[in-house]
């Protein structure tokens, strides 16, 4: 017998063949029989093929927008390569629960992305490269897509649950954060996945299996990121719960085999950190890296910073979200009412918390996508009383065909060194040699972007919504895959340390004996120097001066020393200081961060 939630199947077929009368009102929800939205409901009568047909677009899409280019764009930052260096020290053998970083530093995060980096390793046979540390969140970016589609494809028809997903797909945040090598995806695939599985338990339309597994989700999410993610977890349930009546079954969320799961995953790996590293770990994890940031020790910004992250992380697909405050059509109310307590409920924690970051926003992207669907799917059939058959003014494509031939113009133009572009060594120099080296690919890609934006036209024109969605969703694919892997490329050129690591090795210094000399007591110098280390693949000790104020090492013998401090101090002039090389980024807004390999006798 269906629950008083759920319609029949003659009704949910009714609903999803016959489109409501107003798909755009929130009156579209109202139905004299039990049925709250025959629309939404789940077809159950598309074939396997159908769906695998669903999961296959889903995939090509999504690996092809983050696998693109992946491995070759160097780290634009220090903390970029913090995650290469952990894999690093495991592929090396120096530890799989908590390796330190050049033999001193605590990770700052919990291992199970750099498992993940270290097994990808393993199974390519390297010792750890840049693909190594960025593949695991280019999978589990598209693990959170596919569970985006499977859950809303149980809670609306299978058309709004291929576009939740492909929304999600080409969300800007999802994609950049999918193609880095920290471990906030990781935090969002697993906290997604449990909360996508803790809703039918709440509902009352799944059990303990379903609770179990969500639980297991959310431990692999704190074994990811930290406690946070069980905070989180709590913080959705329980805003939910203000929105949903709650059904008595919910309480198997509480039961104590689902409990033990969640925590004792997480937990057993913190027993062995601590009794491997001491009280200091629990103190870095469990204060400095969590409670900390959200108190603001660690820098405070404003309630309202989320405000234009929020929308220019999401674009273009955000810019709905008028329409979907007002209803979401595609799913029954309380669906919609547990998507936005999710959203909101994170959104409003992380606006109070002091310490904030515009990664901190990632975790609701799943659910804002399945709301944009859920409202757009629906205009699809309501759009289709509005078709004509003419197209647009001559004029419009004439237009639009002069604006494509002038974008490749530039590029080309830009490449030449036209008007002296890229002759610096400011960013556009990188730019230039971008342009230089993938100018096919460019041209390619804006050939493809501008056909895309002149279909997406054509079908816009004759009031075909549908058509004209699918050909702006692939407009927009192929183009954030290009400006974001070249963006990627760019920032890795400028602030790389390969080629300094490279002329070493060409000169015969790498292997040698060498160390940091760090006379800045402010700051450790090889955590502010972790992509130099990360390419040089070993360790590096760093010593300080014998003297405070003095420039003067231990010993003699090969130190690398920060530029800045070797150009601006006058105790580096001595003679027993002879410079051999200098190098590290090259972009002059990051030359501080070069390093001279000198030698004291």
């Keep these: 017998m269906p629950s008083p939630e759920e319609p029949t199947n003659a009704t949910a077929s009714a609903g999803t063949n016959s489109p409501p009368e107003n798909p755009i009102g929130e009156e579209s929800l109202s139905l004299p029989a039990v049925a709250e939205a025959p629309s939404f409901l789940p077809t159950h009568e598309s074939s396997r093929w159908h769906t695998l047909a669903h999961l296959l677009v889903i995939l090509v899409l999504s690996l092809?927008?983050?696998?693109?280019?992946?491995?070759?764009?160097?780290?634009?930052?220090?903390?970029?390569?913090?995650?290469?260096?952990?894999?690093?020290?495991?592929?090396?053998?120096?530890?799989?629960?908590?390796?330190?970083?050049?033999g001193r530093h605590m990770p700052v995060k919990p291992p199970l992305y750099f498992w993940m980096?270290?097994?990808?390793?393993?199974?390519?046979?390297?010792?750890?490269?840049?693909?190594?540390?960025?593949?695991?969140?280019?999978?589990?970016?598209?693990?959170?897509?596919l569970a985006v589609y499977m859950f809303t494809r149980s809670v609306a028809n299978d058309k709004v649950a291929l576009w939740a997903a492909l929304i999600l797909a080409t969300t800007p945040q999802l994609i950049e954060e999918g193609r880095n090598s920290r471990t906030d995806m990781a935090l969002t695939t697993f906290l997604t996945c449990g909360l996508l599985l803790s809703y039918p338990v709440l509902r009352g339309n799944a059990g303990t299996a379903t609770a179990l597994l969500g639980a297991l989700c959310l431990g692999l999410a704190t074994l990811s990121k930290g406690p946070l993610a069980l905070g989180l977890a709590v913080l959705v349930c329980g805003a939910a719960t203000l929105f949903i009546r709650p059904i008595p079954e919910w309480r198997t969320l509480l039961r104590p085999a689902p409990l033990a799961l969640a925590i004792l995953v997480p937990a057993t790996w913190y027993a062995a950190a601590t009794y491997e590293h001491g009280w200091d770990f629990l103190h870095l994890h469990l204060y400095v890296e969590s409670a900390s940031r959200l108190w603001g020790e660690r820098g405070e910004k404003p309630w309202w910073f989320y405000a234009e992250p929020l929308i220019t992380y999401q674009l273009p697909w955000i810019l709905l979200l008028p329409w979907i405050v007002k209803s979401s059509p595609g799913i029954d109310f309380r669906t919609r009412r547990f998507l936005w307590a999710w959203v909101l409920s994170m959104l409003v924690f992380f606006s109070v918390s002091a310490?904030?970051?515009?990664?901190?926003?990632?975790?609701?992207?799943?659910?804002?996508?399945?709301l944009i669907a859920a409202w757009l799917v629906p205009q699809f059939e309501h759009w289709r009383a509005y078709r004509r058959t003419a197209g647009a003014p001559m004029s419009v494509y004439a237009i639009l065909s002069i604006l494509l031939v002038a974008a490749i113009s530039t590029a080309v133009a830009l490449s030449a060194r036209v008007e002296g572009f890229g002759t610096g060594e400011d960013w556009s120099h990188f730019w230039r040699a971008y342009l230089q080296n993938d100018l096919p690919i460019v041209i390619g890609s804006l050939s493809l972007v501008g056909a895309g934006v002149l279909i997406t036209v054509h079908w816009l024109w004759q009031r075909r919504l549908e058509l004209a969605s699918w050909a702006f969703l692939f407009t927009l694919a192929i183009g954030l895959t290009l400006g974001m892997s070249a963006g990627e490329i760019v920032r890795g050129q400028g602030a790389s340390f390969r080629p300094l690591v490279r002329e070493l090795r060409e000169k015969g210094y790498a292997d040698q004996d060498f160390a940091m000399f760090d006379i800045d007591r402010e700051v450790d110098f090889d955590d502010q120097h972790l992509g130099f280390l990360f390419h040089l693949g070993r360790h590096v000790p760093v010593v300080?001066?014998?003297?405070?104020?003095?420039?003067?090492?231990?010993?003699?013998?090969?130190?690398l020393v920060r530029r800045r401090h070797w150009d601006e101090r006058s105790c580096f002039r001595d003679t027993r200081w002879q410079e051999i090389l200098r190098g590290g980024p090259p972009a002059k807004s990051m030359q501080n961060e070069q390093l001279v390999l000198a030698r004291f006798s």
Excluded at 75 to 92: H, L, P
Excluded at 544 to 555: D, F, L, M, T, Y
């Design 64 to 102: 092809g927008i983050l696998l693109f280019r992946l491995g070759e764009a160097d780290y634009k930052g220090s903390t970029g390569s913090n995650g290469g260096q952990t894999i690093q020290e495991m592929v090396a053998g120096n530890g799989w629960i908590l390796p330190l970083r050049n």
């Design 117 to 145: 980096g270290a097994a990808t390793a393993k199974i390519r046979g390297t010792h750890g490269d840049i693909l190594d540390s960025r593949l695991p969140s280019a999978l589990l970016a598209t693990l959170c897509v």
């Design 355 to 370: 310490g904030k970051r515009r990664a901190y926003l990632l975790p609701l992207r799943p659910a804002l996508a399945i």
């Design 544 to 559: 300080r001066p014998v003297n405070e104020h003095s420039c003067e090492p231990p010993k003699s013998g090969l130190y």
